[in-house]
Nanobody, 124 residues
Framework: QVQLVESGGGLVQPGGSLRLSCAAS????????MGWYRQAPGNQRELVAG???????NYADSVKGRFTISRDNAKNTVYLQMNSLKPEDTAVYYCNADVTYYSTSYGIQRDDYWGQGTQVTVSS
């Protein structure tokens, strides 16, 4: 019913910047909270940053002051601007969204969706 498509990952040198995007498509009625998570090899998936429908944000301590999450409600898109990247930021980054959508069978529904993940590698 709903798809999240991420873009913007890649290889960057330490101190560099990347901007991730995640767009929701399908029978979207509204999007509630959105967030970015990451998972490095051998580690559990962790929250990087979150943003509510009203624009309130929260960040992991490890990225405060370096990463900025934002959203464009008209485009059903969330962004993650990552500055001053460090090698320890290397991970697969996943978008998450709490979506209210229209189901042809069940009417208005609400569910949690994940993107496919995008690799971010910080290395010289």
């Amino acid at each position: 019913q709903v798809q999240l498509v991420e873009s913007g990952g890649g290889l960057v040198q330490p101190g560099g910047s990347l901007r991730l995007s995640c767009a929701a498509s399908g029978r979207v009625f509204s999007i509630n909270a959105m967030g970015w998570y990451r998972q490095a090899p051998g580690n559990q998936r962790e929250l990087v940053a979150g943003i509510t429908s009203g624009g309130s944000t929260n960040y992991a301590d490890s990225v405060k002051g370096r990463f900025t999450i934002s959203r464009d409600n008209a485009k059903n898109t969330v962004y993650l601007q990552m500055n001053s990247l460090k090698p320890e930021d290397t991970a697969v980054y996943y978008c998450n969204a709490d979506v209210t959508y229209y189901s042809t069978s069940y009417g208005i529904q609400r569910d949690d969706y994940w993107g496919q993940g995008t690799q971010v590698t910080v290395s010289s």
